[in-house]
């Protein structure tokens, strides 16, 4: 089991930035891929960017490419996604996934059946 928890969330002016937080506790989380989604009032859920095991691979939507970037640190257990050039359309829970898969192709990470363990979120405001 691994317990997912995310922080950094806030309110930000447009233009702004956050750094968003995913700390895994109960298990190694160098083996696990993750993922970042998010999901604003009265939208579905929708797929963010992901970071394979290593570090070595991300992948986002296309609404956010070149505005966020994942990053992890297995050593303490932590996974990063620094949002840059916000734009009041980012408002939304953001949270962080993680499944136990060393081996799959980046662009695959987008579908959250994939995931077997969620965070509980964090709010994202972004103000015009």
């Known amino acids: 089991q691994v317990q997912l928890t995310e922080s950094g969330g806030g309110l930000v002016q447009a233009g702004g930035s956050l750094r968003l937080s995913c700390a895994a506790s109960g298990q190694t989380f160098g083996s696990y891929a993750v993922g970042w989604f998010r999901q604003a009032p009265g939208k579905e859920r929708e797929f963010v960017g992901a970071?394979?095991?290593?570090?070595?691979?991300?992948y986002y939507a296309d609404s956010v490419k070149g505005r966020f970037t994942a990053s992890r640190d297995n050593a303490k257990n932590l996974a990063f996604l620094q949002l840059d050039s916000l734009e009041p359309e980012d408002t939304a829970i953001y949270s962080c996934?993680?499944?136990?898969?060393?081996?799959?192709?980046?662009?695959?990470?987008?579908?959250?059946?994939?995931?077997?363990?969620w965070g509980r979120g964090t709010q994202v405001t972004v103000s015009s």
């Open positions: 996934a993680a499944f136990k898969l060393r081996e799959i192709t980046i662009a695959l990470q987008k579908e959250e059946g994939w995931y077997d363990y």
């Open positions: 970071i394979n095991w290593s570090g070595s691979s991300t």
